[in-house]
């Protein structure tokens, strides 16, 4: 009799603990969904923080390019250098990837399909290293030719030799905007290197 009583008292407390235990459980189950829609909206932050940042770099880009004051020769001349790069670029990815290249007949091909096509992202990438060029600087000669092609005249190397030997002060002295700057002086660094492996 003693025994059921016990067991009769203990009931109540068993059925509570089963119930607090059911809260935590609950509880528990709410906090990890509270956390996952947290890290979910930081993501999403994220990602329109450096959506808006590259938004800004791009309209700084284009205010700088805009905002250049070069004389038609000059114009001409870093035209020449970025057209010649961006040509280089392409027949270097092209060279790395024979069987695509009826697929990739303009570095514009190149820039959207590389985005959905790993192979073509690694052969790319990997010729930006070797040539000592970025993303960045990619972006910046797309906006100079854009920019500037509807005016510009280009100029061969013979030309630009015969007119401004060395382009570096200029670059350095004329443009303030640092991405666009370093961009430029890459072009002319990329086009020199391989003339002189050329010859």
């Known amino acids: 009799m003693k025994m059921t009583s016990e067991a009769s008292s203990l009931h109540p407390l068993k059925e509570a603990m089963k119930r607090v235990e059911n809260k935590l459980q609950t ?4 906090f990890e969904e509270l956390d ?28 700088a390019v805009l905002e250049i004051k070069f004389t038609s020769l000059e114009l001409n001349i870093f035209y020449s250098y970025i057209i010649e790069t961006l040509h280089y670029l392409h027949s270097q990815v092209l060279e790395k990837l024979p069987d695509l290249a009826r697929g990739l ?8 399909r ?33 920019a500037h092609s ?12 015969l007119y401004i030997p060395d382009a570096t002060p200029i670059i350095t002295n004329m443009v303030k905007n640092q991405v666009l700057k370093n961009s430029l002086l890459h072009a002319v660094q990329v086009i020199e290197k391989k003339k002189t492996i050329n010859a």
């Open 27 to 30: 509880l528990k189950t709410e």
């Open 36 to 63: 996952s829609a947290m890290e979910n909206l930081t993501k999403k932050f994220e990602f329109h923080r450096k959506t808006l940042a590259s938004q800004t770099v791009q309209d700084e880009m284009w205010t």
């Open 105 to 112: 007949p303009t570095l514009a091909t190149v820039l959207k």
């Open 114 to 146: 590389k985005n959905n096509n790993k192979q073509i992202r690694v052969v790319w990438e990997t010729v930006l290293e070797a040539l000592g060029l970025q993303e960045e600087d990619v972006k910046a000669f797309c906006t100079f030719f854009i």
């Open 150 to 161: 509807s005016k510009a005249e280009y100029y061969s190397a013979n030309l630009r030799q």
